[in-house]
């Protein structure tokens, strides 16, 4: 990157890190109705960032759920229009005991931020905010185009953003999507994501008796509503992990040869991927597939939770009439969502228990996505990635799901740069998340390199 954007980002570093801080302090949890006042706060803050960073017509847009905030710099024209995208919402930090520090009180430790939402999505959504900044700053000007939208509602499904960009495709028109909501694969090596599990997530309900029974005087008769929801979805996997839903496997291609290559190039040990990231005494899946093909390219059911019955201190002996699980169905490219969803229904209904009513919600779902490794901009981000960090740079896939990617190329055709410099050990989602401090600041520079390289590309 030219020296005054670099030298303008090296002079802010304090700066930067306390702007940071600011937004982390937030609670901006989107899905506990009582921190509604906070997602707003932070919508707020966003917004005065990007008026901060010269970005114009900066707009608080009021959804159904939480706002989203969109902002907008054209004055470079001939040049390509980027659509930048991140969250400002986050998860609920529990279980608080297990976190060091407070969650939304950020603090360094060891070269790490740490606080809920340093690396989802708020450390890495400000990253672009800060190099636009610094490219206006250096010159008085920007060498691309670019749009913002930042949502406040990817931590609950995304529904309003979803809307937003099937709704405003004229106003979003852009050549590429930027989405820093990703990891690098490792310490040190500049990553892009070239494809994303696309997530259907369900309730399923179960109802037995008409209300919660003794079970000592009807144990052995009544039906068990969570001991039914149990038996069901013990039948939805096999012992060794495969997917038990009819044709759940039809559409599942199998990842290119060179790209399969190019996984097994990559510095992955099993036992350390165990001990570092999983913690547990081995792993499980599906056998004949390698640990990166089973977490990037194959299809997956999850439980996440149960709640039915009595599970406060002490006993009772209750039939529970009534229970929930909460259940996933990660989907791989070329799976339909609509029509994985209605094999998952149809398993359901046809191995329900007897005596107990089931009923699924399908509370979202989101097709899986690979972007071309070709396209000009993701070449140019790899190679501002490469100069950045010194290193070439490798493309991954992602277990995970970034659903805006997949409106981006339904809505508005256009291919997304998935540009994350998370840690595969940041803890998303879990108590002591983290964000490695220097990351955050090569990631403001690297940004600043793409857009720098991107424009010279038209």
Partial sequence: MSQPVEAFIDANRDRFLEELFALLRIPSISTLPE???????????????????????????????????YGEWLHAPGKPTVLCYGHYDVQPPDPLEEWVTPPFEPAVRDGNIYARGSADDKGQMYMHIKA??????????????????????????????????????ARLKA?????????????????????????????????????????????????????????????????????????????????????????????????????????????????????????WARPTLEVHGIAGGFTGAGAKTVIPAKATAKVSIRLVPRQDPDKVAG????????????????????????????????????????????????????????GGSVPIVGDFNRHLGIPTVMMGLGLPDDGLHSPNEKFRLENFYTGIKAIALFFERYGQTS
């Avoid at 039809?250 to 990842?255: G, S």
């Avoid at 998952?344 to 228990?353: D, R």
Wanted: aromatic letters at 6%.
């Fill in 35 to 69: 921190h509604v006042p906070d997602v707003a706060q932070a919508a707020g803050f966003v917004a005065e960032a990007l008026k901060g960073a010269g970005v114009e017509n900066v707009e608080i847009i009021p959804t159904a759920r939480h706002p989203l905030v």
């Fill in 132 to 169: 636009v900044e610094a490219l206006r700053a250096a010159s008085g000007t920007l060498p691309v185009n670019v749009k913002f939208l930042i949502e406040g509602e990817e931590e609950v499904g995304g529904a309003s953003i979803a809307k937003f960009v099937g709704e405003n495709a």
């Fill in 175 to 295: 050549d590429v999507g930027l989405v820093s909501d990703t990891s690098l694969y490792a310490e040190g090596i500049p990553t892009l994501c070239t494809g994303l599990r696309g997530l259907i997530y369900t309730e399923v309900d179960a109802r037995g008796p008409a209300k919660d029974l003794h079970s000592g005087l009807y144990g052995g008769a009544a039906p068990n509503a969570v001991y039914a929801l149990i038996e069901l979805l013990a039948k939805a996997k096999s012992a060794d992990g495969a997917i038990q839903v009819t044709g759940i496997y039809d559409d599942v291609t199998p990842p290119a040869p060179a790209e399969k290559s190019s996984w097994e190039s990559l510095p992955f040990r099993e036992e350390e991927f165990l001990k570092r990231e999983v913690g547990a005494s081995r792993l499980t899946g599906e056998p004949g597939y390698s640990v990166l093909e089973r977490i």
């Fill in 343 to 398: 094999a998952f229904q149809e398993f359901v209904k046809a191995n329900t228990p007897a005596g107990v009513q089931t009923e699924v919600r399908v509370l979202s779902a989101s097709p899986a996505v690979l972007v071309d490794p070709g396209h000009p901009a993701i070449r140019t981000a790899a190679e501002a990635f490469q100069q950045v960090m010194g290193r070439p740079t490798v493309y991954i896939r992602s």
